[in-house]
């Protein structure tokens, strides 16, 4: 079964994440299948650059997102989608 999680690049004490597909039982710095996007947690604010339509793709084909997976989804891509909304009082 494959999974989409985290895997942990950079130095000591200076973390980012790639996001990855990987198989669900292989090692959290194992080998992945692909590369869907990264996060960097310690940019102020944290940068998250995901690739929507790999991991739709990916999910389609029954991929499992890790709860960490799952929760940026939620915060940083639902922000993408309602970013054209606070534009259009401006329109008005």
């Not at 102020?44 to 793709?57: C, G, L, T």
């Not at 960490?68 to 922000?79: D, G, N, P």
């Amino acid at each position: 079964m494959l999974s989409i999680r985290l895997r942990r690049m950079g130095s000591t004490k200076k973390p980012y994440f790639r996001v990855v597909v990987t198989e669900a039982r292989s090692a959290r710095d194992c080998s992945f299948v692909e590369n869907v996007g990264t996060y960097h947690p310690r940019a102020k604010p944290a940068q998250v650059n995901i690739n929507k339509a790999r991991i739709q793709h990916w999910l389609k084909l029954g991929a499992k997102p890790s709860d960490s997976v799952r929760t940026l989804m939620a915060k940083h891509l639902s922000r993408d989608l309602s970013a054209p909304a606070t534009g259009t009082p401006a329109a008005q």
